[in-house]
């Protein structure tokens, strides 16, 4: 048995997989507020895992918002849970995880999950953008995550895709996160009913889906800039599959249209044509389903180098 942790802004995912991504156990607790209470709940929960289960847990992935350095193995920048920002995981960790494991950013582990299990099983290459408060990317080549020469690698969610857009936590503006996330949604909507009524994506896609024009505008902006993202991955990687995850997609009538559209348009045909872009399978498990095989693949990789 293999387990996986996903640590979002609000929950902590998690659950215990077997060889083939098969759920066996999954679990969802609120995100401690701090480091301190988190390394606890990790260190019970661990405990619980263990003396639980029948069979013995081979290996940990942990799934994690921000960046981490695969170099100096610390997060170094967690702009959803600021609490970890520059702090060393890996030690506070093996104080009570007796079993190899080992820490990814979150996107990448979901892109590994539906790369594993989800839409993109087998293929040669994927992007995998998860379309919610943020945009979270990862990418997979030749069955690898790509993490980049130090782990920073694939952060299409801050390619910019309207230099006129809006501010960006990152430092740039009009990024493809600012300009196709749900509360850029939600702004368009506003701006296109001229009203400030203080609504969430989720209504503006209920709103959509009832005719109402304003909210259609709002969602067919955001598709286009999300279609200059894709032609950015289309360009760059030439990938089989690029897969479009998170709670934004549950609008996807009314964003794929045109993205695909503004996508064909802005790359080369020939790139676009044997890409198959569809939408995530695995919903919100991908990232804890993903970290648990990441983490089972390392550990082989390392017991076969080390003989
Ligand atoms: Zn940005």
């Not at 296109?192 to 503006?204: G, M």
């Not at 020939?270 to 498990?285: D, H, K, W």
């Not at 389903?289 to 990441?294: D, F, K, R, S």
């Amino acid at each position: 048995m293999y387990a996986g942790f996903d640590l979002g802004g609000t929950a902590l995912k998690f659950g215990v997989v077997d060889g083939a991504g098969k759920v066996r156990k999954e679990f969802q607790v609120s995100t401690p507020e701090n480091v301190e209470k988190l390394l606890q709940l990790l260190e019970e929960i661990w405990g619980t895992l263990k003396n639980n289960l029948q069979q013995k847990i081979r290996s940990v992935g942990f799934g994690i918002p921000g960046i981490f350095c695969s170099k100096e193995q610390k997060i170094l920048q967690s702009p959803n849970y600021p609490d970890l920002d520059n702090f060393a995981l890996v030690p506070a960790l093996s104080r009570f995880i007796d079993v190899p494991f080992c820490i990814n950013n979150d996107a990448n582990m979901a892109a590994y999950g539906e790369y594993r299990c989800g839409a993109g099983q087998n293929a040669h290459s994927l992007v995998l953008l998860t379309i919610g408060t943020g945009v979270g990317t990862g990418i997979i080549l030749n069955g690898d995550i790509w993490e980049g020469a130090c782990g920073f690698a694939g952060e299409l969610g801050h390619a910019v895709v309207n230099p006129k857009g809006d501010p960006c936590k990152c430092g740039s503006r009009g990024c493809l996160e600012t300009e196709v996330s749900a509360p850029k949604i939600v702004k368009n909507y506003q701006a296109y009913s001229k009203s400030q009524q203080n609504i969430t994506a989720e209504e503006v896609s209920r709103r959509a889906k009832n005719n109402e024009k304003a909210a259609r505008q709002a969602f067919a902006d955001a598709g286009r800039y999300l279609g200059l993202g894709l032609a950015l991955a289309i360009n760059l990687l030439n990938p089989e599959k690029i897969l479009l995850g998170g709670g934004v997609m549950n609008a996807s009538e009314f964003l794929f249209p045109p993205a695909i559209d503004e996508a064909a348009n802005r790359s080369f045909k020939g790139s676009f044509q044997c890409c198959s872009i569809e939408r995530a399978t695995l919903g919100n498990n991908a990232g804890f389903i993903g970290a648990a095989l990441w983490a089972r693949r390392r550990a082989q990789v390392h017991s076969i180098s080390t003989g």
